[in-house]
């Protein structure tokens, strides 16, 4: 069992804690506790809570299992619509996952699943228990061009405008795509994160795959060691805002094996984040991490950030793809001190150069496009602050 120290939660409001309540991993929940809480419930503050954190299909299953007379008929009403409306939009996500991954294997190109449908079966067991609103494919990075193609005669189209630096796959980590018909969205992603460049190579990733089944086709996602480094790095860069990513990190738990994540945090590190992310799993939904990953939990560093993203995780706030104006300057405070020096170094020096949102801010014909660099700091000031 976990030695991680408690996290004073006296200020998190009814509605939080009675969400986090419910999508604690128990069979069956107290009624006597859901007495208490819903004596003094904010009913449309606990539906935006739920909405806003993407975790409505748990909440929804598990209160319908308890006596109606507790929870108000309109609150089930709603809850049960969204639930209705994410099965069709995952059953949606499953279609347009087939079709891509069989043309890019047509094409030669291997596929892993990050997120999506194959997350939700992987870690929940079922389709309708997770959320995703789009689908999140990593390949090579030697078949990023080749994958354009593909995704353009399946009527893809890029989101944004590709990055003026030439080297722009160094830079960026993934595309984005929405289709011009049904509007599903896609992100295909040659890296981990933006900062993995190095390490967790394609190949690597592949060795260690693991494979769903799904609708009698097979599907390839990664495995329980890389999956946790790609989860925890993920909640952590964007501050768990969504309790969606601890939910993950609750259900993937299990299926770690202790020693392996030992030789895997000495050959790839995470250990920051991975421990922030048990120590917010552990206080807000009694998480079991194993004994001997408590070295994780006991360090002040990982402690500090998890205290930290209590200030997100708290509040009903937007961060990606850009942080709300009201948190900007904590979300980036934030931000850097998740990082190492060198990290810290290239996110600053990514921000001196010009990108696919300052061309659209400012459209420049190509012979002036010299003047991103001097406008830069400007152009993302109008962005985050003035116009946010």
């Known amino acids: 069992m976990i030695k991680a120290e408690k996290i004073d939660l006296s200020d998190i409001s009814n509605e939080l804690s009675f969400m986090l309540f419910i999508l604690r991993d128990v069979q069956v929940l107290d009624e006597k506790r859901i007495r208490e809480y819903t004596s003094n419930m904010k009913w449309n503050s606990f539906l935006q809570l739920t909405l806003h954190h993407r975790v409505y299909p748990i909440v929804y299953l598990k209160l319908n299992q308890i006596d109606s007379s507790l929870i108000p008929a309109d609150v089930m009403e709603r809850l049960r619509y969204h639930y209705n409306s994410n099965i069709l939009k995952m059953m949606q996500l499953t279609r347009e996952m087939n079709k891509i991954c069989g043309e890019f294997s047509d094409n030669g190109i291997s596929t892993i699943l990050l997120k999506g449908p194959i997350l939700a079966i992987q870690l929940y067991g079922d389709l309708s228990h997770r959320t995703s609103k789009d689908l999140d494919i990593l390949i090579d990075v030697e078949d990023v061009e080749r994958s354009e193609e593909v995704m353009t005669q399946l009527g893809y189209e890029l989101e944004e405008k590709r990055s003026l630096n030439q080297n722009w796959k160094d830079k960026h980590h993934h595309l ?206 109008w962005r985050h602050i003035i116009n946010n």
């Open 176 to 381: 984005s795509y929405r289709h011009k018909e049904h509007s599903v969205q896609v992100e295909i992603h040659w890296r981990l994160n933006p900062y993995s460049k190095g390490s967790h190579s394609f190949d690597q990733l592949w060795k260690r795959k693991n494979t769903v089944q799904l609708l009698n086709q097979s599907f390839h996602c990664l495995g329980n060691e890389d999956l946790l480094y790609y989860l925890a790095d993920h909640g952590a860069r964007h501050a768990w805002f969504r309790l969606r990513w601890l939910m993950d990190i609750d259900r993937l738990i299990p299926k770690i094996d202790s020693e392996k994540m030992h030789v895997y945090f000495r050959q790839f590190g995470g250990q920051a984040f991975t421990g922030q992310a048990f120590i917010l799993a552990f206080n807000l939904l009694d998480s079991n991490v194993p004994h001997s990953l408590n070295y994780l939990t006991d360090n002040k560093k990982n402690l500090r950030l998890a205290k930290t993203s209590l200030f997100f995780i708290k509040r009903i706030v937007k961060l990606n793809p850009v942080p709300e104006k009201s948190v900007v300057w904590h979300y980036l405070r934030y931000t850097l001190s998740l990082m190492t020096g060198r990290q810290r170094v290239r996110y600053l020096l990514n921000y001196l150069e010009p990108n696919k949102q300052d061309m659209s801010l400012l459209p420049l014909y190509k012979p002036l496009h010299f003047l991103y660099f001097p406008l830069r700091p400007f152009l993302w000031f």
